[in-house]
């Protein structure tokens, strides 16, 4: 028996697929995303999406680079080898500043990079919606709403009942992969 | 090219027959004008000149709102900026205060050609005493080296092409896009684009100019070749700031921008100012950092007064670097990276912000000088003491350039209606 992963509902255009999304949100589903071919505008919104928290990586990152640059230069001009340099002081904020900025961005972008991959679930292969035989079209002038499996609002035939009244070209049930399962 | 933009009237258009709510700011700013002219005379024998400077960091802060907004202008003509069209309308009506500021600056120069001993500098008076060391100005190796371009003549033929090149700049650009609003002809697009393309050349060479002129040559010992450029990106901050106080203003008001500003142009205008708070941070600490590290005495001492008396204790203004370094770039920068504090309060709190620091900085750039020669027994420095013309000519030039504003504003149009780009800035999406 193959394991559900969630019902998917088929839209012809952005407009339509924008209303949906509204409406599901509305209906209190939490568990559910939207595959478009392009972006929509506005489409955040109407998902109830909230801000991304990546910038955090990137602010942490940044800190952890631009005191990583400052360490740097006073452990290896300060501490480890003091060494006087064109009668400058050992160690000063001033002179290792580019470098501890270089690190900031360099971290920074670690960071980015890092919350990008944690917050996307990256990386990963493959994803049950891939199984919709129709999937291609998601990709090029289709779209589509899909409510998963693990919502707590989630009935199959509530769903699909649910689904079915926003006039979507089709509803289909997508299953998870028979080696998911067995895994 | 269309003119679909006709499509959009909006119900604010035009203020014909109200009363001028501008007329008290003109009586107000020549009262305080003619009172920070009188001020100028009263400096102490130990510091004729303190008044002098006083006016012209008054003046200074008011210039670099408009040199900034000149500069964003062209930029977003060059760019062919979407979303800036109703802001740039703004600062259109804004622009045409360097008018005033011309006029503003003609004592100045007045008392320039006349010799004047309260002219802060140094260099117009050959007899005086040259910065730092005993002796006369004309005694100065690093002053006759200069002479050719540190004369009264030449100083007074700068002043007038700066102005020139300012003022002509605002004017094209401000009549041809009011007259786009009358014809909607679209040559005007082309020809703004076509000025601007000229202009940002033109007007980045007379502004290094002013910055040298009138703040670097104030001890003419001094010569940093990122001098100009900090003028500049503190400029671009002072306009960024003063156009968000300018658009809450306008959001507000019915004749104004009330229903067709979103929240999305504050968050981009939020955005260009944490750019430009990273920008003037960069260029001021390279100004530091290049001097540090060549640490030839002959620049170095323009920080060291900033930092200690002779005696190696620190002064007021060593404070005021750092009030500099932490409040005028690290508070705005940590501020403006979160994306809530691109909008509604919190922006218009960064933006009085860094405006007040901005202050800070032409006080910071302007009024340390070296009092006294060097001699057996050091010299002084003039300390951190606001001076009664500081404020006057603030409040003197402000009143005048906000009366231009107002009265301009209520000439034309609060947005560029037959702009071919208005209605991609009316519907902005973030």
């Given at each position: 028996m193959k394991k559900i992963h969630g019902m998917l509902a088929l839209f012809d255009t952005a407009p339509a697929i924008y209303q949906a999304a509204n409406t599901v949100r509305e209906a209190g589903y939490k568990q559910w995303d939207v595959f478009t071919p392009f972006p929509v505008h506005g489409l955040d919104g109407a998902m109830g999406l909230k801000r991304s928290r990546v910038p955090l990586f990137t602010l942490v990152g940044g800190f952890v680079g631009f005191w990583t640059g400052m360490f740097i230069a006073w452990y290896m001009g300060a501490f480890d080898y003091p060494l006087i340099v064109g009668g400058m002081p050992y160690f000063s904020p001033v002179f290792p500043f580019p470098v501890a900025y270089e690190m900031t961005i360099l971290f920074a972008a670690f960071g980015t990079l890092g919350g990008m991959f944690f917050f996307n679930r990256l990386?990963?292969?493959?994803?049950?919606?891939?199984?919709?035989?129709?999937?291609?079209r998601l990709t090029d002038d289709q779209f589509a709403v899909v409510i998963e499996a693990g919502d707590a609002l989630f009935n199959e035939e509530e769903t699909r009942r649910f689904l079915e009244e926003l006039e979507p070209l089709e509803v289909v049930a997508v299953y998870e992969d028979e080696e998911a399962v067995s895994a | 090219m269309t003119t679909s933009s006709e499509v959009f009237a909006p119900s604010a258009a035009g203020a014909a027959?109200?009363?001028?709510?501008?007329l008290p700011f003109l009586i107000g700013g020549l009262v305080l004008l003619a009172v920070s002219i009188g001020l100028l005379f009263t400096g102490s024998a130990a510091d004729p000149v303190r008044p002098f400077l006083g006016y012209l960091v008054g003046l200074t802060f008011w210039t670099s709102i408009l040199v900034g907004m000149l500069f964003l202008v062209m930029i977003w003509w060059m760019f062919d900026s979407g979303w800036s069209v109703i802001i740039r309308r703004q600062m259109e009506f804004f622009l045409v205060g360097f008018v005033v500021i011309a006029v503003a600056f003609l004592p100045l120069v007045f008392l320039a050609i006349s010799g004047s001993?309260?002219?802060?500098?140094?260099?117009?008076?050959?007899?005086r005493e040259k910065p730092g060391?005993?002796?006369m100005v004309a005694e100065d190796t690093l002053f006759l080296a200069k002479a050719a371009y540190l004369n009264v003549p030449f100083f007074t033929a700068r002043y007038i092409l700066i102005f020139a090149a300012w003022i002509g700049l605002a004017f094209l650009l401000r009549q041809w896009s009011f007259r786009m609003d009358e014809t909607?002809?679209?040559?005007y697009v082309l020809w703004s684009r076509r000025l601007s393309a000229v202009g940002l050349f033109v007007a980045a060479l007379v502004t290094t100019m002013a910055a040298m002129d009138w703040f670097?040559?104030?001890?003419?010992h001094w010569f940093s070749t990122m001098y100009g450029i900090w003028f500049f990106s503190a400029s671009m901050r002072a306009a960024l700031a003063a156009t968000v106080l300018i658009l809450f203003w306008q959001a507000g008001r019915k004749e104004g921008l009330r229903g067709l500003i979103q929240p999305t142009h504050f968050y981009f205008m939020g955005c260009l100012l944490l750019a430009f708070t990273v920008f003037w941070a960069y260029i001021s600490f390279s100004q530091y950092f290049l001097i540090y590290s060549a640490n030839i005495p002959e620049v170095t001492f323009w920080y060291n007064i900033r930092e200690k008396s002779v005696d190696g204790s620190l002064n007021a203004w060593w404070w005021v670097s750092m009030a500099l370094i932490f409040l005028h770039f690290l508070v705005p920068f940590l501020f403006l990276l979160f994306h809530k504090n691109k909008f509604g309060k919190p922006l218009i709190f960064i933006a009085v912000w860094i405006l007040f620091f901005h202050i800070i900085d032409i006080y910071w750039n302007i009024l340390p000088q070296k009092l006294s020669a060097e001699g057996l027994l050091g010299y002084t420095e003039r300390g951190f003491v606001p001076h009664l013309t500081d404020l006057t000519a603030f409040l003197a030039v402000g009143a005048l350039v906000i009366w231009a504003f107002l009265r301009s504003a209520s000439k034309h149009r609060p947005i560029p209606i037959r702009d071919p780009r208005i209605s991609e800035s009316l519907n902005l999406h973030e």
């Open positions: 990386p990963m292969h493959h994803h049950p919606v891939f199984n919709y035989e129709k999937f291609r | 027959g109200r009363r001028d709510p501008s001993d309260v002219v802060a500098w140094t260099w117009i008076d050959e007899t060391t005993f002796g909607g002809d679209h040559k670097m040559t104030l001890n003419y």
